[in-house]
């Protein structure tokens, strides 16, 4: 049997890039998996997060640094400006590619977001190489339609997303519920609040764009001594926000942090029964699996991230806020107050087998 060569294009923020660490892992850790893989290729953008995960797996995986372009929507001169400097770049890393796959004669190209892959499926057309996606949004992105007209089989996580698409829910990482639970600093501190009535918010809206939310939080917080009194609050502000950390201060039942590992988010997951959380399908889906009610504030700006709160309020019976409207700050006190008396049921499911699913079914097709 011929060993295949799999190359894997996506990424951009920690919740693509740590879902694709974990396929990785699950192809170097499970035999039948292993043993029809000579070699994995990860092509991104160089000096990045998906570069820096690479160099874990060296004997395995191979990172290949290539250029691309980005559509800007935007109408400023500048914007445009960039779009055609980034057309050039475009061509690029299409010739980059084509070197790259020629070269390393790969068999397959698995992909699922962002644009630095696009060249790299372009490049895999060309060479009429089986193309894989996955698309995590109820819309998706320009890049994933273009992707989709080239593929051999797509994946996604709600229905008729594309049509004929395997639905697999979304790609998770492991890492969220490590095998060996190690003593944290974090679980001594909620030690205290386990004994407590009070439901705790978890708050991660994280560095885009989301200052204003957490600034409007702290507004609230202060204003409303009732709100303030009934909730524990853990506010992860991102690296963009930490200095917002000393206005929480002032509020006797937040806890900030910077920046958690996944195992730290584990136990926060586990520990809180409501979030206050952004649009991303992965942070959603990964709330979904311990069973958070969420208060979702789509990024404005965005087409995906409302039409995936409207999903998650139609079919789990979350909360939407939106944030550019004159209501916003009394739209969220209102959904943060309706679930005072809220706790989360109890988590019934086996996570890990509900993490390893969706994996094993795109593998089992990338493998055939």
Request: contains cysteine; proline residues 3%; positive net charge.
């Amino acid at each position: 049997m011929k060993k295949k060569i799999i190359v894997m294009a996506w990424g951009w923020t920690g919740w693509h890039v740590f879902p694709i660490k974990s396929l990785i892992e699950t192809i170097l850790s499970e035999k039948k998996y292993s043993d029809q893989i000579k070699q994995i290729i990860r092509f991104w953008s160089k000096n990045s997060l998906e570069q820096e995960t690479a160099t874990e797996f060296w004997d395995k995986v191979k990172f290949i640094s290539i250029l691309s372009w980005k559509r800007r929507r935007e109408t400023p001169l500048k914007s445009r400006l960039k779009n055609i400097r980034d057309l050039f770049l475009f061509t690029v890393g299409f010739f980059q590619s084509i070197f790259y796959l020629r070269k390393s004669k790969a068999d397959v190209v698995f992909c699922k977001w962002w644009y630095v892959a696009l060249p790299v499926v372009f490049a895999a057309k060309f060479f009429h190489k089986s193309i894989y996606v996955h698309e995590s949004d109820v819309k998706p992105w320009l890049v994933n339609r273009i992707w989709n007209k080239f593929s051999k089989k797509s994946f996604c996580w709600f229905d008729w997303v594309f049509p004929w698409a395997i639905v697999v829910w979304q790609i998770l990482s492991d890492e969220i519920v490590p095998n060996k639970h190690k003593k944290s600093e974090l679980s001594e501190i909620l030690k205290s609040e386990k004994q407590d009535w009070k439901p705790s918010i978890l708050v991660m809206w994280w560095s885009q764009g989301s200052k204003k939310l957490y600034k409007c939080l702290f507004d609230l917080l202060k204003e409303n001594k009732t709100l303030c009194d009934s909730f524990h609050y853990h506010i992860i502000l991102g690296k963009l926000n930490e200095d917002l950390k000393q206005i929480f201060e002032e509020i006797h039942s937040a806890k900030t942090y910077d920046f958690l590992s996944q195992s730290d988010m584990w136990i926060l997951y586990q520990h809180c029964d409501i979030s206050l959380t952004r649009g991303w399908t992965t942070s959603l889906a990964e709330q979904k699996l311990f069973n958070l009610k969420s208060i979702i504030v789509p990024i404005p700006w965005t087409h995906d991230q409302k039409l995936n709160a409207e999903r998650y309020v139609k079919n789990f019976n979350d909360i939407m806020v939106e944030q550019s409207t004159p209501t916003t700050s009394q739209d969220l006190y209102n959904a943060i107050n309706s679930l005072k008396d809220y706790h989360k049921p109890e988590i019934l499911i086996d996570i890990h087998k509900e993490i390893w699913k969706a994996k094993h079914i795109i593998l089992d097709e990338l493998l055939k």
